[in-house]
């Protein structure tokens, strides 16, 4: 068995069949192509721009617009610049896109629950919606919104009403606009800094029960005070709003105030929950009462009464079994403290600074409404439209994340004694977020990009007023179509900057 | 004696069971198993009585008890103040959605793309049937070649028929088909790229990737069809369905090309390491060893691209190319079937034209992937 000695030496190849080279050498050649692919259409855009007489350059964005712009934030007409149409543009596209958002990630999260339900039917109505939905290209079902339900509106002087005075016709919804005076601004500061006093103390609570097993004592005392208030408060309102489904029932002030300070004493004896169940029904009766009158107008008022009087029972019956079977653990921290600190104090601050807030009503005059806030149909449609249509798709994204943990994780949850509202909380939630996070800013970025479909619908944002208005004024092809383009790829690296930071910081550290 | 841990009487009799099959027992299981659960099923109900009546009353003709025109119906029953979905209109201007303006004499030509389309896409989607690469080329190389001429004429003594005139679903098949066609190859190469080694090719795919990632399609339509006859040298008009189509090529190759690279990155690197081993050059081991594993992983991702992309073409629209969703669009200013339900028939029509291919492509990509699963993933 004689071992070959004479392949020590380099193996003698020709240079150009060495791995490395060969790789400088395709990537020379591809630059060399892109170059001159670049090069070549700069040279033919020179030349054509040059024979259209046309000048390149951003000094456009000075110039004086001359169009106006039916919705904007920030004041803006024929005589502004361009590049305050162009600011118009990216506020509105930024607009809707932030409401879109919010409502689309309510939707959507209830939507990918209820999928997961362990109620057929609710289950059942999520899947069709997903499904429906998600297979119709939103161009489309912005058309419908638009034309076909919009567009569809009653004219000015058949305006539907809704309540609150809100009303809805052709030219799209028209709301109370708030007028707020300058002491507002002392409410508006009282209220936030209420929330975050709030959130402190319930984090501070927390901690030290943790540490120490039993909530702080002021804590405890002024949960007990508070519960008190907010019971009398809540029962107040619920025996009023009694006496509109029963008309028998509204004897005047007194009663409700009555039936409050009863329904606060109970909430001191044993048979607490028992309150709070007649609340309970008491309030899902007058909402239900007012929703289904809402939906079928032509039934009669006893058969209405009647259907909100079974919801209502449903949802006394709901309380009653949810109180049972907590009613053996310890209470968490009363909700009515930090929704008492959060409601009472800026309330306090309203009543002693003398602030008042008015809304001025939308009146319907001769050919429209006078003052009121009006939200343009276009922005109406864009924003339904978005929402619907992205709701499907978080739903998918939350589905799939809360499917993607393990049935383990549950069972170790429960084999540690967690109830199942902390299973959820504690356990599958937190390690569900970090699946949903990631598709989900993808999904707020595609709303942002699909924002761009307002332009079909006459909604002004940035590619309506810019590549559209502005570039047909102005010609500038190359400079508007790079600028826009630059906004949504700033938007688009940041967000993908967002989502490796945090794929980074939730990573699972793995062995 | 007696243990003081051994019970001294019997334990109670357990109630008995409820029954645990039948309907009565698969309610209580799935819609009323808990107070909320019967609250949040009474919610549901009271929502579907309220909102389906409705709906299936505008949608059905009236011998299905609904207040719809049938196809065959004329306008004046459409303009009735109480009359549902018009469905006549749609049926009268059906030839319009399906061809757009092409002329009428002429619709066999379309008629035949539709005919080989179904004939070579069936068995191409069905994994028993053999003769795949033949299927394959037949489907991606030579049929939109043979389509181009069937449908712009101009040979074999066809009239030629100019791109202005093709539309409706026709002009929507088209540019999804040739986008997804066209991009397949260009997203292949640039996974490729992004997954190179070699820097300049990398750095070249990834900002094209991004580029076109992060815009949204509306902008590189207007940008084909504002910038690209300005890149042409001077003379060169592009056609505008050209243009649209080069538009929806580029972006749907961005897309495609991430898809490639999750297939690539599935692969194991033991298969990279076999291919090298055997002495295979960088393009021989791909296209023999790598590509086909990975893009056999990659055909769901592919379908449902292929669904996004087919759902965008709606965008072309905005450019002024006349497909489904223009055409019904048009078609509902027009006078002779003015009534108050027209828009949104047409609307509820293209929504189901959507609907139905969407829905079926996304069952079969579900349905693929599942047959693809065998259990041993990277």
């Not at chain 1, 509106?153 to 005075?165: D, G």
């Not at chain 1, 708030?178 to 901690?207: C, S």
């Not at chain 1, 968490?332 to 800026?346: C, D, G, N, S």
């Not at chain 2, 065959?72 to 009268?92: D, K």
């Amino acid at each position: 068995m004689a071992v070959q000695d004479n392949i020590a030496g380099p193996p003698r190849t020709a240079f150009y069949n060495d791995p490395v080279i060969r790789g400088i050498i395709y990537q020379l050649v591809v630059a060399g192509l892109v170059i001159a692919f670049l090069t070549w259409i700069i040279l033919n855009t020179a030349q054509n721009l040059a024979a259209q007489n046309k000048s390149t350059g951003f000094g456009f964005l000075f110039e004086t617009s001359g169009f106006g712009i039916s919705f904007t934030l920030i004041p803006f007409d024929r005589s502004s610049y361009y590049w305050q149409a162009f600011v118009v543009g990216l506020l509105n596209t930024l607009l809707v896109a932030v409401i879109g958002i919010i409502f689309a990630t309510m939707l959507g999260f209830v939507l990918g629950v209820a999928r997961l339900s362990s109620n057929w039917l609710i289950a059942r109505c999520a899947t069709v919606y997903v499904e429906v939905i998600r297979n119709i290209p939103l161009l489309l079902q912005l058309f419908f919104w638009y034309f076909a339900v919009l567009k569809a509106m009653p004219a000015v002087r058949e305006s539907f009403e809704l309540p609150l005075s809100i009303f809805v016709n052709q030219r799209g919804i028209i709301v109370p606009r708030p007028l707020p005076d300058f002491e507002i601004f002392w409410v508006a500061v009282t209220a936030v800094l209420a929330l975050v006093a709030a959130i402190a103390m319930v984090v501070w609570a927390t901690r030290v029960r943790t540490k120490t097993g039993h909530y702080p004592a002021v804590v405890s005392r002024a949960s007990r005070i508070a519960g008190l208030i907010v019971t009398f408060g809540v029962g107040y309102l619920a025996i009023s709003l009694l006496g509109t489904v029963v008309p028998a029932l509204s004897l005047g002030p007194v009663f409700p105030l009555i039936g409050a300070l009863v329904l606060a004493g109970i909430s001191l004896s044993p048979y607490g929950r028992y309150g709070r169940v007649f609340i309970g029904f008491a309030i899902g009766w007058a909402v239900a009462n007012f929703l289904l009158g809402g939906m079928f107008a032509g039934l009669g008022e006893g058969i209405i009464v009647l259907g909100a009087a079974l919801v209502a029972l449903g949802i006394a019956w709901t309380m009653l079994s949810a109180d049972r079977r907590s009613a053996a653990t310890e209470g968490k921290l009363p909700l009515a403290l930090p929704v008492l600190i959060v409601i009472a104090l800026p309330a306090l601050v309203y009543w002693v600074t003398g602030a008042s807030l008015a809304f001025e009503i939308p009146v319907l005059e001769r050919f429209n409404f006078a003052g009121g806030l009006q939200l343009v149909p276009e922005m109406v449609a864009l924003v339904l439209g978005l929402t619907i249509y992205t709701a499907a798709f978080i739903a998918e994204n939350v589905r799939s994340g809360i499917q993607a943990v393990s049935k383990g994780q549950t069972e170790a949850a429960s084999s540690l004694g967690l109830r199942e509202g902390d299973r959820l909380r504690l356990v599958v939630v937190p390690q569900a977020m970090r699946v949903i996070i990631p598709p989900l800013t993808s999904q707020y970025l595609n709303l942002t990009k699909n924002s761009s479909l307002g332009a079909a619908i006459g909604y002004p944002e940035l590619v309506n007023v810019f590549m559209g208005t502005t570039l047909n004024q102005t010609g500038k092809a190359i400079e508007v179509i790079a600028i826009t383009m630059l906004v949504y790829l700033t938007l688009s690296l940041t967000t993908s900057a967002f989502m490796n930071w945090y794929n980074a910081r939730v990573a699972l550290v793995e062995r | 004696m007696s243990f003081s841990f051994v019970r001294e009487q019997m334990v109670e009799p357990a109630p008995a069971p409820v029954n645990t099959a039948g309907p009565i027992a698969w309610a209580r299981r799935n819609l009323f198993a808990t107070p909320s659960d019967s609250l949040l099923t009474i919610l549901a109900i009271v929502l579907l009585v309220w909102a389906i009546p409705p709906i299936y009353g505008f949608v059905m003709p009236n011998f299905l008890g609904g207040d719809a025109v049938p196809p065959g119906g004329t306008v004046e029953q459409c303009r009735v103040e109480t009359a549902g979905a018009c469905w006549a209109y749609i049926s009268a201007r059906m030839t319009f959605f399906i061809y757009g303006f092409y002329p009428a004499e002429e619709y066999w030509r379309p008629n035949l793309v539709f005919a080989l389309g179904t004939l070579l896409i069936i068995p191409l989607a069905i994994p028993r049937v053999p003769f795949k690469r033949t299927n394959a080329i037949l489907f991606f190389v030579v049929y939109p070649v043979v389509c181009f001429y069937l449908l712009n004429g101009g040979v074999l003594g066809m009239p030629s028929v100019p791109t202005e005139q093709w539309g409706g679903l026709l002009v929507t098949l088209i540019i999804s088909l040739v986008g997804i066609i066209c991009s397949i190859p260009i997203g292949i190469l640039l996974a490729l790229g992004r997954q190179s080694k070699l820097p300049i090719i990398k750095t070249l795919c990834i900002m094209f990737i991004e580029l076109w990632r992060a815009v949204p399609l509306i902008t590189v339509l207007f940008m084909a069809s504002v910038m690209l006859p300005l890149f042409m040298p001077q003379g060169t008009t592009v056609d505008k369905l050209l243009r649209a189509l080069v538009g929806v090529t580029l972006f749907s190759s961005a897309y495609l090309a991430e898809v490639v690279r999750g297939g690539l990155q599935a692969l194991p690197r033991g298969q990279y390491e076999a291919a090298s081993s055997l002495g295979l050059s960088y393009w021989k081991s791909m296209w023999f060893i790598i590509l086909p594993q990975a893009l056999k992983h990659v055909i769901p991702g592919i379908v449902n691209s292929f669904i996004a992309l087919f759902k965008d073409t709606s965008l072309v629209s905005i450019v002024g190319i006349f497909d489904l969703l223009n055409t019904v669009q048009a078609a509902s200013s027009d006078i002779d079937w003015s009534s108050p339900t027209q828009a949104i028939t047409g609307y509820l029509f293209a929504g189901m034209v959507f609907w139905v291919f969407c829905f079926a492509m996304s069952r079969y990509s579900i349905w693929m992937e599942r047959r693809l699963d065998t259990g041993h993933k990277g």
